[in-house]
């Protein structure tokens, strides 16, 4: 059973088996930081403003992570410059999520060399990278902390033993520096383990894994499990029993869900899905014809492909909140409205049914 609350109109939801609440339409700030030389599409200017809309429509709760843009940290820094010009109070409305293991440059460098110290899931590293998030924020807390990666080796062994990694994060939590854990891009396997390796170090047993950020979205719905061939239920169950929330990443397919891109429009069409050379991945005949498919039955719903998108996501449980990246407000708006989206049993049937129809389509 979902608990929810309401902020601003906005439903919100309990993350995981914690006393943490996520606004259920997020913020994902995946493409954010300086447009000049980092590759991102949003910059302070408009960021600021999609940001105070933001709160104003109840999304509070954020998503980064410390490498953003190919290792910038600039949309740790933007976000950073935002809450030193808004303030402390403004800060406190925002559940602030961000993740490490990955490198990180300086500000304004092009390119750096990184020794084997600088990345990973070390208890230097880790001590040292939630520092420099929490500077490049210019907080002094961060709401939800992920380890964004599990860190193997080439045989598909952990780097570093997970009493170390798992007792370092904990430690965090004691200093005040990080407030919940959560883990990204790992398997049922590997969140079972670093859920025993934790129950081995914490303090006490509030200290746990409370969300798990996958890939996750209505077609390509076995990519929640993070395995080859995984399958889609059996993760949701293991989610569900073991009381960890998921925050979908890619839900709505790197854009392809928003229904912008069509069989006769290849081509003249640009971005984030064409930039970040994802044709391969979304833009198969297949995926094609399931939006097709999917435009028909939202325009009989009265509703966008992105709300349909995001309230398929919702009708979960599992799921405490949809971080779907915006680079322009009108998305803002549009993705705010999913959570007044009410999807009937028959509706999650019929587009199980629009996905197996798409399978025969000519």
């Not at 080439?154 to 959560?182: F, M, R």
């Not at 949701?236 to 790197?254: D, G, K, Q, T």
Request: charged share 30%; proline share 2%.
């Amino acid at each position: 059973m979902v608990r929810t609350l309401e902020f601003r109109g906005m439903k919100c939801r309990q993350v995981g088996g914690s006393g943490l609440w996520a606004s259920e339409v997020g913020l994902g700030l995946w493409k954010w930081g300086d447009p000049s030389y980092d590759g991102s599409r949003v910059g302070d200017h408009e960021g600021f403003k999609i940001l105070d809309r933001a709160l104003e429509l109840g999304i509070f709760f954020w998503d980064t992570a410390n490498s953003y843009n190919w290792g910038s940290g600039n949309s740790e820094r933007l976000l950073g410059r935002y809450f030193r010009s808004r303030g402390k109070r403004v800060r406190d409305r925002v559940v602030l999520c961000t993740k490490i293991t990955n490198p990180v440059r300086e500000e304004h460098e092009e390119k750096a060399d990184f020794t084997p110290n600088q990345r990973g899931a070390s208890r230097g590293y880790i001590m040292k990278a939630v520092d420099d998030c929490l500077r490049r924020l210019q907080t002094d807390y961060i709401d939800l902390l992920y380890l964004h990666s599990p860190t193997l080796d080439e045989e598909g062994n952990y780097e570093t033993p997970l009493e170390e990694t798992w007792g370092a994060l904990d430690d965090l939590i004691s200093q005040g520096k990080v407030h919940y854990l959560g883990v990204s891009n790992h398997t049922a396997k590997q969140i079972e383990e670093a859920m025993g390796a934790l129950r081995k170090v914490a303090k006490d047993a509030s200290r746990r894994i409370i969300v798990v950020q996958n890939p996750y979205n209505l077609i390509e719905r076995n990519e929640v499990s993070k395995e080859e061939g995984g399958d889609e239920q059996a993760f949701l169950r293991f989610c569900r029993e073991r009381r960890i929330s998921i925050v979908p990443y890619f839900p709505l397919a790197s854009g392809l869900l928003t229904g912008r891109y069509r069989r006769d429009n290849i081509g003249r069409v640009g971005g984030k899905l064409i930039e970040d050379g994802l044709q391969e991945r979304y833009l198969t005949d297949y995926n094609l014809r399931v939006v097709e498919l999917l435009d028909d039955f939202a325009k009989r719903k009265g509703i966008t492909m992105a709300q349909l998108a995001i309230a398929w996501l919702l009708a979960h449980e599992e799921v405490c909140s949809v971080i779907a990246g915006v680079t322009k407000m009108y998305q803002l708006k549009d993705n705010a409205k999913a959570t007044k989206v009410e999807l009937t049993e028959e509706d999650m049937a019929a587009i199980d049914e629009i996905l197996e129809k798409a399978k025969t389509s000519e």
